[in-house]
């Protein structure tokens, strides 16, 4: 199982073009349904240095595009997204990733990918209430258990996450 985190703006396209996981990895696939600033984009929000997936996730499980081979291919196509994301590390547009308020949430359609995004909330919403870090792992361990054994789980930096979030919860005034 592999992890990907896609921007809150570029989510609903993705979702709606209802790519597989190996399709949102490939950028001549990507940039049917997106853009090449986009693509670029996507790409650069899931380089370590500034992904906003959790450290424990990011520990648990590999990156869909930076944990294993890098996507690039020898196109016009992919030479231009590869310009874009060069230019995209180095000037910034990172603050786009999500809305003030959003709050990050999991989707996992196939056994092999969670994908990690954020969505805006009805309701205000402080983005670091532990409320929201229980909700989102709460989610991503029923997702975890339902491909993985529970042996695999129980041993993952997410169950401590969890931990963690629930004492967190537990500590902290209702409002």
């Not at 949102?24 to 906003?52: G, H, I, Q, W």
Request: proline letters at 6%; glycine letters at 4%; charged letters at 25%.
């Amino acid at each position: 199982m592999k992890i990907v985190y896609v921007p809150q703006a570029l989510y609903p396209a993705l979702k709606k073009a209802e790519l597989r996981a190996q399709d949102l990895c490939d950028v001549e696939k990507l940039l049917s349904t997106l853009s090449a600033d986009d693509v670029a984009f996507y790409f650069a929000a899931n380089d370590s240095r500034r992904c906003p997936i959790p450290k424990p996730l990011q520990e648990y499980l590999p990156n869909l595009i930076f944990g294993g081979a890098m996507p690039w291919t020898d196109t016009e196509d992919c030479k231009k997204v590869v310009g874009k994301f060069n230019s995209t590390n180095a000037n910034g547009r990172m603050a786009d990733m999500y809305e003030d308020g959003a709050v990050l949430t999991s989707d996992c359609s196939e056994e092999d990918l969670l994908i990690i995004t954020h969505v805006a909330t009805d309701a205000e919403v402080d983005e670091k209430a532990p409320q929201n870090d229980k909700v989102f792992y709460d989610r991503v361990i029923q997702q975890l258990l339902a491909f993985q054994p529970l042996e695999a789980v129980l041993g993952s930096p997410v169950l401590l996450a969890w931990m963690k979030s629930v004492q967190a919860c537990a500590k902290s005034p209702i409002a």
